[in-house]
């Protein structure tokens, strides 16, 4: 006998078990090349398609210009996750001294299979806030992302009738606790985050434009080169006067803490290349599970005369056991002061009443 027919037999009885794994290893690698574009492919205000997604490693995101503040003062930010509680409270303690609140928007976001009423409700010390819905877009899983802005105005914060019993209101400068309540928790609904943006003024600061855009994208890494993806958001609306400070703040939900989650957040002004901030895991989940609130300085990345720039989320793949982790985000907003020569409004708090 030949050795190729002595060969034949043991090759003929593998060929049944490698047939009958064909099928559910090329559903698996469907799902793979598929859950790149499935998480940007569909929104409420366009359509990105599977082949410019794949090909084009910058994605124009739906984040768009909602209002600019001029004013002495400033803003400051602070968030809490929101998966898997009834309630949850945002601490603010870095108002400065003598300063006065002036109004606040508050964001947050679901993971649901439909939409419904309930999810544009939440309180904030029991003031009942209706959210105008900024975005719809199709998630993972079948889930679509939700994310919803509310403006607060400095009666509404500061209102101590319905304060909940126990805890301190909020002080005239908005340093204090509020306690979020009221939005639903039951499946498939799933609360991501919330973050409260507060507007102050202080009569000895510098004049600054604070700037809010906001939205509904969905940053995701990539599995072809260059391994990273940049979903970038147009800011205008400010005028920087010199000397430049400015700060940014980026509002994302569905961050992890996992160490293979690898993401950046970076600033291109018109008069400058873009750079990108310290570290690679800036999206962590810091304010509890997948909820981010990240402020970073941008000092040196604004000349004087600067009108328009671009904020920027770098996500990166990483390789680990032979598999691709690439990660999702839900980008809600972006704020940023910028010391400015624009007139400041006369009644600033006017911008926050009669939402």
Not at 101 to 123: E, K, M, N, Q
Not at 141 to 148: D, P
Not at 201 to 207: D, F, I
Not at 332 to 341: F, K, P, Q, W
């Amino acid at each position: 006998m030949r050795q190729d027919d002595r060969l034949a037999a043991p090759l003929a009885s593998l060929a049944a078990p490698l047939a009958s794994l064909a099928a559910p290893l090329a559903s698996l690698a469907a799902l793979i090349v598929l859950a790149v574009p499935l998480t940007l492919a569909q929104s409420e205000t366009g359509v990105v398609s599977d082949q410019e997604f794949q090909a084009e490693p910058y994605v124009t995101t739906e984040l768009t210009h909602f209002m600019t503040v001029t004013l002495r003062g400033g803003y400051v930010a602070a968030g809490t996750g929101l998966t898997g509680v009834s309630e949850a409270t945002i601490v603010i303690d870095s108002i400065p001294q003598g300063a006065q609140l002036v109004g606040g928007v508050l964001y947050w976001a679901f993971l649901d299979r439909t939409g419904g009423p309930s999810h544009r409700r939440i309180r904030v010390n029991n003031v009942l806030v209706e959210g105008e819905l900024l975005g719809r877009v199709a998630f993972l899983l079948g889930r679509e992302s939700f994310v919803y802005r509310g403006v607060l105005s400095r009666e509404q914060l500061l209102n101590h009738d319905l304060h909940p019993l126990g805890e301190l209101p909020p002080l005239p400068s908005g340093n204090g606790a509020y306690l979020l309540s009221g939005f639903p928790l039951e499946e498939p609904t799933r609360p991501q985050g919330a973050t409260l943006v507060l507007v102050y003024e202080h009569e000895q600061m510098r004049p600054q434009d604070v700037v809010f855009t906001d939205g509904n994208v969905l940053p995701h890494g990539g599995f072809l080169p260059p391994w990273w993806r940049d979903t970038r958001a147009d800011i205008t609306g400010f005028a920087a006067e010199a000397p430049v400070e400015a700060t940014s703040t980026y509002i994302v939900g569905a961050g992890s803490s996992s160490s293979l989650a690898r993401d950046k957040a970076g600033f291109q002004a018109a008069s400058h290349a873009l750079r990108f901030l310290p570290g690679d895991q800036v999206f962590d989940s810091s304010d509890g599970p997948r909820w981010d609130t990240e402020t970073l300085e941008l000092t040196g990345l604004i000349a004087p005369g600067d009108r328009s720039g671009t904020a920027v989320v770098r996500l990166i793949s990483t390789r680990w056991g032979g598999l691709w982790w690439v990660d999702d985000l839900i980008w809600a907003a972006h704020v940023m002061s910028v010391s400015t020569g624009n007139p400041v409004e006369p009644d600033p708090g006017a911008l926050f009443r009669g939402w």
